[in-house]
C-alpha cells in the first residue's frame, strides 16, 4: 500500500468526487461499505430516527460546515495529512474513509476543528502514512504471512545448507527489518516528495518511483515464497520391500 498526499482544497466536494470516481450526487445514497469509517463525533449529529444513508452532497456538506462556520480559520500552505484525530479532544476534525475504487482507500478530512482552531499535520505526516499503511496491510492480511526457517521439523537438529540460504532470503524479504523494506521505504519517501514540486516532470517522476515500490514489493514477496519453499519438509524414500521368494520342492 503506497500513501499518497493530496493537495489541500477549500471544499470536500472534489475530492469526494475524485474518492467515488463520479461526481456527488444529492440522489446517490452511500452506503456503510462505501464510508466504511468516520469521525466518531458523528453520532452526536445524528438522531436514533434519522436516516442513516446520507447521499454523497450530503456527506460533502457535513465534511464542509467547519469550513462555513470559521472561514478564516484555514492556514495557508497546509495539506491534510494522518493524525488528524487527537485521543480525548471532543471537538476534532471531521473525516471520512472512502474505498469506492479498487485497491485504493481515500480519507477525506476538514483540518478545521469544530471550535475554529486550525489542526497542524505534524512535520513528519509522511513517515506517518507510510507507518500506518503498513500497520493496515498486515491487520487485513494483505501481505502474505512470513514462514521462515522457524518452521522447520522438530526432528531436524542441524540446519541444512538450504536451510541457511532460506534464511537468508527471509532476512531480505522481511517486512519490518529487511533490506528491500528500508530500500522500498525510501523510495517511496522519495516519490511523495517529488509529488510535491510543481510540474509535469515531478508527477512522472514520481509516479516511475511508486512503480518501482510495487515491483519491490513483489520481489519480498517472491523471495518469501522461494525461502518457504527451500525450508519444506523432504519426504525420505522408503527403502524397497525384501521380496520373499517361495522355493518349491521338485
Known amino acids: 500500500m503506497i500513501p499518497r498526499l493530496h493537495e489541500r482544497t477549500h ?3 472534489d475530492p469526494l468526487a475524485e474518492a467515488l470516481g463520479r461526481p456527488v450526487s ?3 445514497g452511500l452506503t456503510k461499505y462505501t464510508v466504511v469509517a468516520h469521525w466518531p463525533g458523528l453520532d452526536y449529529f445524528t438522531l436514533d430516527d434519522e436516516q442513516k444513508t446520507w447521499t454523497s452532497v450530503q456527506w460533502a456538506e457535513h465534511l464542509e460546515d ?3 462556520d470559521h472561514p478564516f ?4 500552505g497546509r495539506r491534510p495529512a494522518g493524525g488528524i484525530e487527537i485521543s480525548g479532544k471532543e471537538h476534532g476534525c471531521r473525516w471520512i474513509a472512502v474505498p ?3 485497491g485504493r482507500l481515500d480519507l477525506i478530512a476538514n483540518l478545521i476543528h469544530l471550535d475554529g482552531a486550525w489542526h497542524a499535520p505534524p512535520t513528519d505526516i509522511l513517515r506517518r502514512l507510510a507507518d500506518e499503511a503498513r500497520r493496515i496491510e498486515q491487520d487485513l492480511h494483505l501481505i502474505p504471512v512470513r514462514s521462515g526457517p522457524t518452521a522447520r521439523p522438530a526432528s531436524r537438529t542441524a540446519p541444512t545448507a538450504s536451510d541457511q540460504l532460506a534464511s537468508v532470503l527471509t532476512q531480505l524479504a522481511d517486512e519490518q527489518a529487511g533490506t528491500l523494506a528500508t530500500v522500498r521505504g525510501l523510495v517511496e519517501h522519495t516519490a511523495h516528495r517529488i509529488a510535491r514540486q510543481p510540474g509535469a516532470a515531478s508527477t512522472d517522476t514520481a509516479h516511475r518511483l511508486e512503480l518501482i515500490a510495487r515491483r519491490l514489493h513483489a520481489i519480498q514477496q517472491d523471495l518469501d515464497t522461494t525461502a518457504a519453499h527451500m525450508v519444506q519438509p523432504r519426504t525420505v524414500a522408503a527403502p524397497p520391500a525384501v521380496r520373499h521368494t517361495a522355493h518349491r520342492s521338485p
Open 26 to 28: 444529492p440522489n446517490e
Open 73 to 76: 480559520a484555514a492556514s495557508p
Open 11 to 13: 471544499t470536500p466536494h
Open 66 to 68: 467547519p469550513y462555513q
Open 100 to 102: 469506492a475504487q479498487p
